[in-house]
């Protein structure tokens, strides 16, 4: 079984202060996991991912998060939040060895200006 | 855009009836599947299939039925809907040629609301 716990359901901050949303896992074998983002009555965009290799991965929009296996994390963070990054993420997970993907809760964050 | 088009994006129907919702990709990608969105659930998946004529079960497939018929179009089908079944349906497709360190690509989604 894999499964992934956003402990967060809202996150409050001002523009241009950092931006992170918590991620944890679980999961037998090695992970690839997954952040995605989602606007108002819209589909997911997805933003980043963790295959293998560097710990710290860069992708869309300023994003990037950091894998953590010994504490089975995978948070997303962005160093200066802006009003438009307000929307709905969601972290996912899956085995390597397969091809469903399982998905958090979901966290709203919210930028204020 | 990822080429993934659902119909219908939005239906209202009765308890008991049949309602089939389809996803259509332009892309000849191996891997789709089916997600229901839900408040404080997030997605979870309901069936993928991983080429025309095979599918398999995600974690909440009771109540639902899928078919691939041809490799661009995947369909799901509730025998006979209930209120429970009310949700945003969301089809995904799996990117880089299938491979599982592909990510996924959804499309808009079809709210369903059962009454």
């Known amino acids: 079984a894999q499964s992934v716990a956003q402990p967060e359901d809202q996150v409050n901050v001002a523009e241009g202060n950092p931006l992170t949303v918590k991620c944890t896992y679980s999961v037998s074998g090695n992970p690839y996991l997954f952040w995605y983002v989602q606007y108002p009555n819209r589909g997911l965009q997805f933003l980043l991912k963790y295959i293998t290799g560097d710990n710290l991965v860069k992708g869309s929009y300023g994003f990037e998060a950091e894998f953590n296996k010994s504490q089975t994390s995978f948070h997303l963070k962005k160093p200066s939040a802006l009003v438009s990054d307000s929307a709905l993420y969601f972290c996912a997970v899956q085995r390597s060895n397969d091809y469903k993907l399982s998905f958090g809760a979901g966290t709203t964050v919210t930028v204020r200006a | 855009d990822a080429g993934i088009t659902q119909s219908p994006r939005h239906k209202v129907t009765e308890t008991g009836t049949p309602v089939t919702l389809r996803c259509h990709q332009t892309?000849?990608?191996?891997?789709m599947y089916w997600y229901r969105q839900d408040p404080g659930h997030g997605l979870r998946l309901i069936h993928y299939?991983?080429?025309?004529?095979?599918?398999d079960k995600g974690e909440v497939s009771d109540g639902y039925s899928v078919s691939r018929s041809k490799t661009e179009d995947f369909l799901l089908t509730l025998e006979s809907a209930t209120s429970s079944q009310t949700s945003v349906y969301f089809c995904a497709i799996r990117g880089i040629g299938g491979a599982n360190t592909g990510e996924l690509f959804f499309g808009e989604g079809s709210r369903l609301t059962v009454l």
């Open positions: 299939s991983y080429g025309v004529k095979d599918t």
């Open positions: 892309e000849n990608h191996r891997y």
